[in-house]
Nanobody, 119 residues
Framework: QVQFVESGGGLVQAGGSLRLSCAVSGITFSRNAIAWYRQGPGKERESVAV???????VYHASVEGRFTISRDNAKNTVFLQMNSLKPEDTAVYYC?????????????WGQGTQVTVSA
């Protein structure tokens, strides 16, 4: 059974940084593209960044140049380094395998990790 466990969120002032981690189990990790999603207050869930099994990355325009996604295949973990955070980045962040931009592969979601950016 696939499992995603997110961690690393917190409260930070605008301009600050956080590093999120996503531990994945139950799938052949190295073969899967893994994405970070977020859902802000009153908003729909959206894709933030994705990293392919080959290491290629794609970012949402709103985070390009500020966020960096990376992966450690030895530890079945994906990271999201978030710099220059803005209040509009406030959301619960989730990870999931991805079949295409904005298309999570599994219905099983983790608990997410809350990121709150104060002005």
């Amino acid at each position: 059974q696939v499992q995603f466990v997110e961690s690393g969120g917190g409260l930070v002032q605008a301009g600050g940084s956080l590093r999120l981690s996503c531990a994945v189990s139950g799938i052949t990790f190295s073969r899967n593209a893994i994405a970070w999603y977020r859902q802000g207050p009153g908003k729909e869930r959206e894709s933030v960044a994705v990293i392919g099994g080959d290491g290629n990355t794609v970012y949402h325009a709103s985070v390009e140049g500020r966020f960096t996604i990376s992966r450690d295949n030895a530890k079945n973990t994906v990271f999201l380094q978030m710099n220059s955070l803005k209040p509009e980045d406030t959301a619960v962040y989730y990870c999931n395998a991805q079949s295409g931009w904005g298309s999570p592969l599994y219905d099983d979601w983790g608990q997410g990790t809350q990121v709150t950016v104060s002005a």
